[in-house]
């Protein structure tokens, strides 16, 4: 088979518009963010350049600079002699991603309340159901991805974009500490527990709103398992191809 033939489909994640080196490593960035934050490839996978090169048919330079930027928002290791793997936290970067996440998103309750309107809680109530449906079918990637996606869209609700970039960076890390360490359905938070929060907010209650905020975060940390277990090899270019065709999808 031939690498064009046995390569990932990079249009499925760019437009026709956009076939520049740059906008193809921004479509390899994509995809390999894709699957690491929803947990299809597991903590400590190794991430050989010849591997994804051949899989994305492109050279080992662009997989480089796509790992080095997966590297600096903490998704991936880089060691010398060793090569790059997904990120694995420890026990002490999983508090503290953790009590990161209850500052930035306790902080930014307040302003959440003050700027909310009903179009932006429908939205929210929208990945709640998603949510609900990934539960209820026993999807764990899934459902821990819209936990993730709902807390960062509720820090876009204050329309502060800053603290939505923060965030967003550590829901990301988040994944990895659920996919390392939790079990079932470990850190995916109940769609219950996120309807609480938005009767609060629509109800204008800020202080109400901060103290659910403190104390679900807390209770998704303890329901995370801090043992860690020793990762099987995924099949890189099966793994990706999915990823691709999934968002493909979506679009």
Same mark, same amino acid.
């Given at each position: ?11 499925? &994640? ?11 490593? *921004? ?6 963010? #894709?699957? $690491? ?11 050989? *350049?010849?591997?994804?090169? =051949? ?15 997966? #590297? ?5 290791? $880089? ?30 309750? #307040? ?13 929210? +109530? ?5 949510? @609900? ?15 993730? !996606?709902? @807390? ?13 970039? $923060? ?8 994944? &990895?500490? $659920? ?11 109940? @769609?219950?527990?996120?309807? *609480? ?16 905020? !403190?104390? @679900?975060?807390? =209770? ?5 398992? &801090? ?12 793994? &990706?191809? *999915?990823? #691709?065709?999934?968002? +493909?999808?979506?679009?």
């Amino acid at each position: 088979m031939s690498k064009k033939r046995s390569s990932i489909d990079l249009g499925s &994640l760019q437009g026709e518009e956009d076939r520049s080196a740059g906008g193809r490593d *921004e479509a390899i960035y994509r995809n390999l963010y #894709a699957a $690491i934050v929803e947990n299809h490839l597991e903590p400590g996978t190794k991430l050989p *350049e010849d591997t994804l090169a =051949e899989a994305f048919g492109v050279s080992r330079t662009s997989i480089r600079k796509v790992l080095q930027r997966l #590297a600096y928002e903490r998704l991936v290791d $880089i060691r010398l002699n060793r090569g790059a793997t997904v990120a694995q936290p420890t026990v002490k970067e999983a508090r503290d991603i953790f009590a990161a996440r209850r500052i930035v998103e306790c902080g930014v309750m #307040a302003q959440a309340v003050a700027k909310a309107t009903p179009a932006g809680l429908d939205a929210l +109530r929208d990945i709640v159901r998603r949510e @609900h449906e990934a539960e209820a079918r026993g999807d764990r990637r899934e459902a821990i991805y819209l936990s993730g !996606e709902f @807390h960062v869209a509720l820090s876009r609700v204050s329309e502060n974009e800053a603290v939505a970039e $923060i965030l967003a960076g550590l829901v990301s890390r988040s994944s &990895l500490v $659920i996919s390392t360490y939790g079990s079932s359905m470990a850190g995916s938070c109940r @769609h219950s527990e996120h309807d *609480e929060v938005l009767d609060l907010i629509a109800s204008g209650d800020a202080e109400g709103a901060r103290g659910w905020m !403190e104390r @679900h975060l807390r =209770e998704v940390e303890r329901s995370v398992v &801090l043992e860690e277990e020793e990762p099987s090899a995924p099949d890189l270019k099966k793994v &990706l191809g *999915e990823v #691709a065709r999934r968002h +493909r999808r979506d679009r």
